[in-house]
């Protein structure tokens, strides 16, 4: 991902294949691009709102309409400021990952103890491109539904 924009369209193809029940990991440094991605995810989604990070709030919630023309509810957590994994089974968060919902998990190392395994692990870096600095994003997957859905981004981008 050269820049903002492409993380942003990266979200929008991410959008066509997310389906219930999908958790997804986002990892790296602060400001490499994982609320851009949501925000692009979101956006293409329909949501027209302001997508802002969860660094806070620890969770942001969103009603979408699924790529299938469901609704969809969506988790978008952000454990940066997390401090004890207590935290995560006295908020409560545990249910929010059910067969109605997407939840997406920034600093998922955090709280790694309490979380699912993820579907899929998305990966950001930064890597030099000459003068300019570019993102690098590498997803996996980790289970039956993650590996659909990256066969399923390998065919839409």
């Known amino acids: 991902m050269a820049d903002e924009a492409a993380t942003l369209q990266f979200g929008a193809v991410l959008a066509k294949v997310i389906v219930p029940n999908l958790t997804i990991y986002l990892h790296g440094d602060l400001g490499t691009g994982k609320t851009t991605l949501v925000r692009g995810l979101l956006h293409a989604l329909g949501y027209v709102g302001k997508v802002k990070s969860p660094t806070y709030t620890l969770v942001e919630s969103y009603e979408v309409k699924s790529h299938a023309n469901s609704n969809l509810m969506l988790y978008h957590f952000d454990l940066y400021r ?29 709280a790694q103890n309490c979380l699912p395994t993820p579907d899929l692990n998305v990966t950001f870096s930064i890597k030099n491109i000459g003068l300019n600095l570019g993102r690098n994003i590498q997803v996996s997957a980790h289970s039956v539904l993650g590996q659909q859905c990256l066969q399923a981004i390998s065919t839409k981008k």
């Open 82 to 110: 997390f401090n004890d994994e207590e935290e995560w089974e006295e908020a409560g968060f545990r249910d929010y990952f059910n067969a109605s919902s997407v939840c997406i998990i920034e600093w998922p190392e955090k």
